[in-house]
């Protein structure tokens, strides 16, 4: 996934098994233009034109993963235990997200946000637990938080869309169990 500071980000799939430079094109071509993005890579979950099915059951593990919706603007970034590779697409699918990509999964699966972003860190752990799970809504000029239930279910999405609106810049970060 290409997540460019201006525009949409966007996934690169690969034409084939042993097609490893699929990315490089593009990003020759931003690095050319002097555009500032950041590459990411991991399982794709959802890309544009892409209805298929990951079928991948398991196993339930702590999970790291990023989405976008293009229609409403809004990026999702997940870090949450015990989910199948299934349960992160499906909820990214029932957020109306058209590109996933699944960064890493495992007891070590974490993500870090810079303080200056304005972010919240909601999620608390201990060795040998779950750690609960938090989302991080996205949008250009900020990020929201809401720490969720150690369920494996995918969470209902129109709780996590409730009440949402386009914040401005610089407005607090309001967080709230689901």
Same mark, same amino acid.
Do not use: H
């Given at each position: 996934?290409?997540?460019? &500071?201006?525009?949409?980000?966007?996934?690169?799939?690969?034409?084939?098994s042993n097609?490893?430079?699929?990315?490089?094109?593009?990003?020759?071509?931003?690095? %050319?233009?002097?555009?500032?993005? @950041?590459?990411?890579?991991?399982?794709?979950?959802l890309?544009?034109?892409?209805t298929?099915?990951l079928n991948?059951?398991g196993?339930?593990?702590a999970r790291?993963?990023?989405?976008y919706? /293009?229609?409403?603007? %809004?990026?999702?970034?997940f870090?949450?235990?015990?989910? &199948?590779?299934d349960?992160?697409?499906?909820?990214? /699918?029932?957020?109306?997200?058209?590109?996933?990509?699944l960064?890493?999964?495992?007891?070590?699966?974490?993500? @870090?946000?810079?303080?200056?972003?304005?972010?919240?860190?909601?999620?608390?752990?201990?060795?040998? %637990?779950i750690?609960?799970? @938090?989302?991080?809504?996205?949008?250009?000029?900020? @990020?929201?938080?809401?720490?969720?239930?150690?369920? &494996? %279910?995918?969470?209902?999405?129109s709780?996590?869309?409730?009440?949402?609106? /386009?914040?401005?810049?610089?407005?607090?970060?309001?967080?709230?169990?689901?």
């Open positions: 996934m290409i997540l460019p &500071t201006e525009g949409a980000p966007s996934v690169i799939r690969p034409r084939s097609d490893y430079d699929a990315a490089a094109p593009v990003i020759q071509s931003l690095v %050319e233009r002097g555009s500032r993005f @950041v590459a990411v890579s991991g399982i794709g979950l890309s544009p034109g892409d298929g099915q991948d059951g196993p339930s593990a790291t993963a990023i989405a919706s /293009r229609q409403k603007d %809004e990026m999702y970034v870090q949450g235990g015990n989910y &199948t590779p349960n992160i697409q499906d909820l990214f /699918r029932g957020l109306g997200s058209d590109t996933a990509v960064l890493d999964g495992g007891g070590s699966s974490a993500i @870090v946000l810079r303080r200056d972003t304005g972010g919240m860190w909601a999620g608390a752990g201990s060795p040998g %637990e750690a609960t799970p @938090v989302r991080f809504f996205a949008t250009p000029t900020s @990020v929201r938080c809401r720490a969720g239930s150690r369920s &494996t %279910e995918p969470a209902d999405s709780a996590w869309r409730s009440g949402y609106s /386009r914040p401005r810049r610089r407005q607090p970060i309001r967080t709230a169990a689901i």
